[in-house]
């Protein structure tokens, strides 16, 4: 994908002065990696009286199929050719407005420490958009570019130059003319190139709001198509266009009013104010985890693979859970555990409650049966492939709890991502990362194995695309309802040591 800035100038006022604004020298050739392939910069003429500077985006069709885990174009299962074939590498999308902010970022922040001066002086701009993806056609980039002072071209592509009776396809060349300031030009394209194209090829997160009004300041607070705007650039996500509807509306009011937005929105403490504020992904997912727990009527709960004891400590805050083990490999993790949970200041009866263990989960270990529910929540992918066997068989075979809860990244969602560069797992001790496929294919085949059940949820929002961050599979032992009765039929799998387990022994960080 492609676009060229070009400007004219004079003796007086050399056109090379782009060069400056842009920082990046007219005499050179630059590469920049990208999270989806290679930037290049490049200036086709460069003198004094006109000078052209080239952004190329070469994206990486590799890292396009291992972002997307080859669900096609933004993710979407559109075909079996989807991952290879697609107009990514070609059209101008959220992947090039990705590219001109990592590129162009002083650029667009209208910082210039070498000519100062050139920054907010209006200069004459052309900008060429060869293949833009126009959702809404060449009207709706009219309706958008027109309103800040463009002159707009948008000339339909056909699907097929040779034949001509087949029309235009979805994309428009586009011609940008114009005297404005360069930062100015970068921050409407940056906006207005995902909004045509609309869509986003990574999660739009709660940040993605202070983004789009830093952007759009100046511009966007009175601009017709606000709403549009607005919504497709925040991937129609409700709750964030409400957010920045607000906050525009606050400015405009603001700046008729003459006196700062902090001013009037000074009606809620801000401390207080939390019904916006994204709930984080570990808190969903432990209360995902304790929704379960709650329904099974679970009262012996290993927590396995415990590390700081987030999980344990939510545990503790519910009667209904009346012992907790937390088991984890790593000493210098349960002794951080034990700092978090403050075990040395809890009372003697709450700390019956809770013990925290030293053991590997690739080995049986006596001491884990007998327990109601056990959780392995981001735990499987740290674990090497040929070693899953051995942790199957210790968890589901020998201590064979009536119920275990297991959550693991769901690889798909990874592209939603624009700060995790392509192909990179997201923490560096992951051995893996499952598709949804992947993860339901091992679940049914340990559940197969060990005589349980398995239904399976999502953990965080659910996109219709590429499914939710986290993956959870519910295991419950056939033939037993949530109390851990058998069924009527009496075929239900008996728990190992079903009573009450024995003390757990051993190396422990006792509470």
């Not at 050399?14 to 020298?25: E, M, R």
């Not at 972002?67 to 989807?82: E, M, Q, T, V």
């Not at 940008?176 to 940056?190: D, V």
């Not at 939603?416 to 560096?428: I, M, N, Q």
């Amino acid at each position: 994908m492609f676009l060229t800035i070009t400007t004219t100038g004079s003796t007086d006022r050399p056109a090379t002065d782009l060069g400056f604004l842009l920082h990046k020298h007219p005499d050179k050739s630059q590469q920049f990696s990208t999270a989806h392939g290679t930037a290049h910069v490049f200036y086709p003429e460069a003198d004094a009286e006109r000078c052209t500077a080239a952004l190329l985006l070469e994206v990486d069709p590799i890292a396009l199929v291992r972002r997307s885990r080859g669900k096609g174009r933004g993710g979407a299962p559109d075909s079996a050719l989807g991952q290879y074939v697609n107009d990514r590498p070609y059209a101008a999308s959220s992947l090039l407005a990705v590219a001109l902010r990592s590129v162009l970022a002083s650029a667009m922040k209208g910082q210039c420490a070498a000519r100062p001066e050139l920054v907010g002086r209006a200069i004459p701009l052309r900008i060429e958009v060869p293949v833009l993806p126009a959702r809404g056609g060449a009207e709706l980039v009219r309706a958008l570019f027109e309103p800040l002072g463009w002159a707009v071209l948008a000339e339909p592509v056909p699907l097929d130059e040779t034949f001509p009776e087949w029309g235009g396809s979805r994309y428009v060349r586009l011609v940008l003319e114009g005297e404005r300031t360069l930062a100015e030009a970068l921050r409407h394209l940056y906006v207005l190139l995902p909004v045509l194209d609309d869509a986003k090829h990574y999660w739009v997160a709660p940040d993605e709001v202070d983004k789009l009004l830093r952007a759009g300041e100046g511009w966007l607070e009175d601009h017709p198509e606000q709403r549009l705007i607005v919504g497709r650039y925040l991937a129609r996500r409700w709750a964030l266009t409400r957010r920045a509807m607000e906050r525009l509306e606050l400015e405009r009011l603001a700046e008729s009013d003459d006196v700062a937005a902090e001013e009037l929105d000074n009606a809620v403490d801000e401390e207080a104010d939390t019904e916006d504020k994204p709930v984080p992904l570990a808190v969903q997912r432990r209360e995902a985890i304790l929704a379960v727990l709650r329904a099974e009527r679970a009262t012996r709960v290993l927590d396995l693979g415990c590390g700081q004891g987030q999980l344990v400590g939510e545990l503790l805050k519910e009667g209904q859970f009346t012992e907790i083990v937390g088991v984890d490999v790593s000493m210098r993790a349960l002794h951080e555990a034990r700092r978090r949970l403050r075990l040395d200041r809890m009372s003697e009866r709450q700390s019956e409650r809770v013990r925290l263990v030293q053991g590997s989960l690739a080995y049986t270990d006596s001491r884990l049966k007998g327990y109601d529910a056990a959780v392995l929540s981001e735990v499987v992918e740290h674990v090497d492939p040929a070693r899953l066997p051995a942790l199957e068989y210790a968890v589901f075979g020998a201590a064979r709890p009536r119920t275990v809860v297991v959550t693991t990244p769901n690889v798909e969602y990874n592209v939603r991502w624009e700060s995790l560069p392509a192909g990179h797992v997201r923490h560096a001790d992951h051995r893996f990362e499952w598709t949804r496929e992947e993860f339901r294919q091992w679940a049914r085949k340990v559940a197969e194995r060990h005589g349980y059940g398995v239904t399976f949820g999502p953990v965080g929002p659910d996109d219709p695309e590429v499914g939710p961050p986290t993956q959870l599979a519910h295991f419950r032992v056939r033939g037993e309802d949530s109390s851990g009765v058998k069924g009527e039929d009496g075929k239900g799998a008996d728990r190992v040591g079903a009573g009450r387990g024995g003390p757990v022994t051993g190396k422990e960080v006792a509470a």
